[in-house]
């Protein structure tokens, strides 16, 4: 054997558990891949060769996903007069060293305006940002509350940050009442609290009850923080976001939200307070240990808010399109959950059952991906749809009377109905 096979086989070897794990997923439908993805027009896409109504993107306005030559010439126009000798494309090191463009000043300009408070910060992901910011203001004194279907990358951040972290039930403000009554009793005084939450929680669609967080935040002294990473772009005037929408955007501590979503593009940002941003930039460990934001992204972003403010059209269009959607599935029998944002999901409870309405959908030709756990609770998997602004509505009365027949004709050969009361 020559000695790269030996190296090789050892590994197999090593690996034996890896493996394993895996053929243990795979056989309980919980194996994960990646598929190449073509985007095509008007919401539709191309995998494996077919042509997939494409109901699992975050891309809710539909802004065209692809650079086009006028927003290419935009983008060097705007690098230009931001006094750039090109287009830079990498940050070239932390933007705490020589990676702060001109066009990062610009764009957290333009966004501290947009979200009316005094000033932003922008980070190269929402993952980025959360992970950041929770593990810079709390430590491990401190206790964060966080609603149980908070997206990973605030868990990941409460974890980070070795703080206490009390998991409330989804949206239960009792629960977090009780949680907060007993802390502020507990706590020594210059222990620092926070509460955590989605703003649209990502997997269910459901709104956070924002105006009774603000409420709790301020009786127990807590800071307040909220990612809009589903609500920015789509909700409040200008796509200002779920805060502004609710009216409580000056009282949130830290507003979050993510430019890989409705803004069709990539990177995240937080808003706050002059104080709290300064003390980020000097303890957000993903912000001063990492490479900023491409200055191209940026100027890119720029001018995606300039869409997303004067996308009104496109936000109403999304709205007309997730009604309809939803009352079509609603009317086939379909369980869709609690909320009534533009997220649609259909409740489907074992992960086999998720997995094979996704397959059968594919062939039906509408793609909506299973989503199953650790993404979500144990036996509440489903199928998460998202109509987008860019769809026809004949597509979408098409698509979701292929889900009702798809669904419903699983049901029938359904042996393990696990988790119906859930649903209720
Ligand atoms: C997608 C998402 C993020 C992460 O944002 P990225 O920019 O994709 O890293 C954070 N929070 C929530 C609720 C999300 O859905």
Not at 97 to 115: C, S, T
Not at 173 to 179: C, D, G
Request: glycine share 10%; aromatic share 8%.
């Amino acid at each position: 054997m020559r000695a790269i096979d030996c190296f090789y086989a050892a590994r197999q070897e090593r690996y034996a558990w890896m493996q394993e794990e895996l053929d243990d997923w795979d056989n309980g439908s919980r194996m994960r891949v990646l598929q190449v993805t073509r985007w095509l027009e008007n919401g539709w896409m191309e995998r494996e060769g077919k042509r997939l109504f494409n109901l699992a993107s975050n891309h809710y306005l539909g802004l065209c996903p692809w650079l086009d030559e006028a927003t290419l010439m935009n983008v060097k126009t705007d690098c230009f007069a931001a006094g750039e000798a090109g287009v830079r494309i990498g940050s070239g090191a932390s933007r705490l060293v020589v990676g702060h463009d001109p066009l990062h000043a610009e764009l957290e300009q333009d966004m501290a305006n947009f979200k009316q408070r005094d000033r932003c910060l922008v980070f190269s992901s929402g993952y980025m940002a959360n992970v950041g910011v929770i593990s810079a203001l709390v430590g491990r004194h401190d206790t964060v509350f966080s609603d149980r279907l908070n997206h990973a990358s605030l868990i990941d951040g409460a974890v980070l940050s070795r703080a206490e972290h009390i998991r409330y039930s989804h949206r239960d403000m009792n629960r977090l009442e009780h949680s907060l009554r007993k802390w502020s009793g507990d706590r020594v005084t210059r222990h620092k609290g926070l509460i955590v939450t989605d703003g649209i929680f990502s997997m269910d669609g459901t709104v956070a009850p924002l105006e009774e967080l603000v409420v709790l935040a301020e009786r127990y002294g807590t800071m307040l923080m909220v990612d809009e990473a589903h609500s920015g772009g789509v909700y409040g005037v200008g796509g200002r976001g779920l805060c502004h929408a609710v009216g409580v955007h000056q009282r949130v501590d830290v507003v979050m939200g993510t430019f890989g979503k409705a803004f069709g593009a990539f990177g995240a940002y937080v808003a706050a307070d002059e104080v709290l941003i300064r003390y980020l930039i000097n303890r957000a460990r993903t912000l001063v240990y990492s490479t900023g934001l491409p200055p191209l992204m940026a100027a890119i972003v720029r001018r995606r808010l300039r869409e997303v403010q004067a996308a009104d059209e496109a936000r109403d269009r999304l709205i007309r399109h997730v009604a309809l959607f939803r009352a079509r599935l609603r009317a086939g029998g379909l369980h869709t959950g609690a909320g009534d944002s533009h997220i649609v999901p259909v409740l489907l409870g074992s992960d086999r059952h998720a997995v094979a309405a996704g397959q059968a959908l594919a062939e039906a030709g509408v793609a909506g991906i299973a989503i199953r756990p650790p993404t979500v609770p144990e036996g509440s998997a489903r199928i998460r749809f998202a109509p987008m602004a860019s769809h026809q509505e004949s597509d979408l009365i098409w698509a979701a009377d292929q889900i009702v027949q798809v669904v419903g004709s699983l049901k029938e050969d359904a042996t393990d109905e696990s988790n119906e009361s859930m649903f209720q």
